[in-house]
């Protein structure tokens, strides 16, 4: 499976941003989706994900409350709604689809995702 992500741009402090993430290849239904990030000599680390019914859904306490990750089947996208953004959201963000040979891995960890995006700038000015 191959993965689009796009959305990302330059915003303020409580500002809000969408980021998308469009697979080719399978449905992403058929996956757990995530979004990871990765601020500049930090490691990657887990923001949301989505279990691949659609209806399960976890977060980073970081942004629970904030951000929302949803998807939708039809177009075999899955999206991060990012509300009231702190300079601190700043990273690049990366969305990630597992596979059937590392779903017994931790769903907040990297390992658990074989595809990962190209990564979309998100930047929050203070």
């Known amino acids: 499976v191959q993965l689009q992500a796009s959305g990302g741009g330059l915003v303020q402090t409580g500002d809000s941003l969408s980021l998308s993430c469009t697979a080719s290849?399978?449905?992403?239904?058929?996956?757990?989706m995530a979004w990871f990030r990765q601020a500049p000599g930090k490691e990657r680390q887990f923001v949301a994900a989505?279990?691949?019914?659609?209806?399960?859904?976890t977060y980073a306490d970081s942004v629970e409350g904030r951000f929302t990750i949803s998807g939708n089947n039809a177009r075999n996208t899955v999206y991060l709604q990012m509300n009231s953004l702190k300079p601190e959201d700043t990273a690049v963000y990366y969305c990630?689809?597992?596979?059937?040979?590392?779903?017994?891995?931790?769903?907040?960890?990297?390992?658990?995702?074989?595809?990962w995006g190209q990564g979309t700038l998100v930047t929050v000015s203070s």
């Open positions: 990630a689809a597992d596979s059937p040979s590392t779903r017994g891995n931790p769903l907040r960890e990297t390992s658990r995702y074989r595809n």
């Open positions: 989505i279990f691949w019914n659609g209806r399960s859904t």
């Open positions: 290849g399978r449905p992403f239904s058929n996956y757990a």
